[in-house]
């Protein structure tokens, strides 16, 4: 094992000993001040909900995983609601979350229609995938597949009530979370990659969500959180563009988020 696998190793056995001793809220506390980029980072997320979200509105963190973002909104002041299906993550998508108040979450995943799909576990758990094609096409190994519960967004509506946010992250699956909303929500982002797959599944995705009226665009870099372009861009104009030349402008890995602004709903902040 190289000494890059080796700290990896080590800090995955450190993370779930803090877990299975309760003691994993002040461990990452002390993370935090120890790599200051990580603190940085978790900042500029919480900075970025507030200037977007009103204070106490509710958010659906689809595909949440270890929870930075449910996290990052919950310390914005939102209420959250985290789904998540993998159980190599839930643990820890606990210790980080529940102590928190307004945070509920889901053991499921999200599609276009309940039932049960099955999810491909990859050993870096971030690349976990409903999507076989897409976990094939990933450099992580697949440790296990099983069998997972999938509700709809728009039942997820009826019980929990309509969200203002919805962060959909979720590996290749983004078109199937949408096709289980009939409504707008006021704001919603979701990962997109720049490979020739992905931008056709982002561009359905951008289709599905321009059915629901007038709405305008903005993307932030992989792993930032700050918008790439100066202004927002109506969708239909975004739709005409997307990828454009964002595969030499974009810094870092040629990924990121979309942030879809429905015009009717969402407060301009």
Same mark, same amino acid.
């Given at each position: 094992?190289?000494?890059?696998?080796?700290?990896?190793?080590?800090?995955?056995?450190?993370?779930?000993?803090?877990?299975?001793?309760?003691?994993?809220?002040?461990?990452?506390?002390?993370?935090?001040?120890?790599?200051?980029?990580?603190?940085?980072?978790?900042?500029?997320?919480?900075?970025?909900?507030?200037?977007?979200? /009103?204070?106490?509105? !509710?958010? +659906?963190?689809?595909? *949440?995983?270890?929870?930075? %973002?449910?996290? &990052?909104? @919950?310390?914005?002041?939102?209420?959250?609601?985290?789904?998540?299906?993998?159980?190599?993550?839930?643990?820890?998508?606990?210790?980080?979350?529940?102590?928190?108040?307004?945070?509920?979450?889901?053991?499921?995943?999200?599609?276009?229609?309940?039932?049960?799909?099955?999810?491909?576990?990859?050993?870096?758990?971030?690349?976990?995938?409903?999507?076989?094609?897409?976990?094939?096409?990933?450099?992580?190994?697949?440790?296990?597949?099983?069998?997972?519960?999938?509700?709809?967004?728009?039942?997820?509506?009826?019980?929990?009530?309509?969200?203002?946010?919805?962060?959909?992250?979720?590996?290749?699956?983004?078109?199937?979370?949408?096709?289980?909303?009939?409504?707008?929500? /006021?704001?919603?982002? !979701?990962? +997109?990659?720049?490979? *020739?797959?992905?931008?056709? %599944?982002?561009? &359905?995705? @951008?289709?599905?969500?321009?059915?629901?009226?007038?709405?305008?665009?903005?993307?932030?870099?992989?792993?930032?959180?700050?918008?790439?372009?100066?202004?927002?861009?109506?969708?239909?104009?975004?739709?005409?563009?997307?990828?454009?030349?964002?595969?030499?402008?974009?810094?870092?890995?040629?990924?990121?988020?979309?942030?879809?602004?429905?015009?009717?709903?969402?407060?301009?902040?």
């Amino acid at each position: 094992m190289s000494p890059g696998g080796e700290f990896v190793t080590l800090l995955g056995t450190a993370k779930r000993l803090s877990i299975a001793a309760g003691v994993y809220g002040p461990a990452r506390w002390l993370d935090r001040r120890l790599r200051p980029a990580h603190l940085a980072a978790f900042r500029q997320d919480v900075a970025l909900f507030r200037s977007l979200i /009103p204070a106490g509105a !509710l958010c +659906f963190d689809v595909g *949440a995983n270890v929870g930075e %973002k449910s996290e &990052a909104l @919950l310390a914005a002041g939102m209420r959250v609601v985290s789904f998540e299906p993998s159980q190599q993550v839930l643990a820890e998508l606990h210790a980080r979350c529940r102590s928190r108040t307004g945070w509920s979450v889901v053991a499921a995943a999200v599609g276009s229609t309940p039932g049960v799909a099955t999810l491909h576990a990859a050993e870096a758990h971030g690349a976990s995938s409903l999507d076989a094609q897409w976990a094939r096409g990933q450099d992580s190994r697949t440790l296990a597949a099983y069998h997972v519960p999938i509700i709809t967004l728009d039942s997820a509506v009826a019980h929990f009530g309509a969200p203002y946010f919805c962060k959909i992250d979720v590996e290749g699956w983004e078109l199937e979370v949408l096709l289980g909303l009939t409504h707008p929500v /006021p704001l919603l982002s !979701l990962e +997109f990659h720049l490979n *020739a797959a992905d931008v056709a %599944k982002t561009r &359905a995705c @951008l289709e599905r969500l321009a059915g629901f009226g007038p709405a305008h665009v903005n993307l932030t870099p992989a792993e930032a959180s700050r918008f790439h372009m100066a202004e927002w861009m109506p969708l239909a104009d975004f739709l005409g563009w997307f990828p454009g030349d964002l595969k030499q402008t974009l810094p870092g890995y040629p990924y990121g988020d979309l942030f879809v602004r429905h015009d009717a709903l969402a407060t301009v902040r």
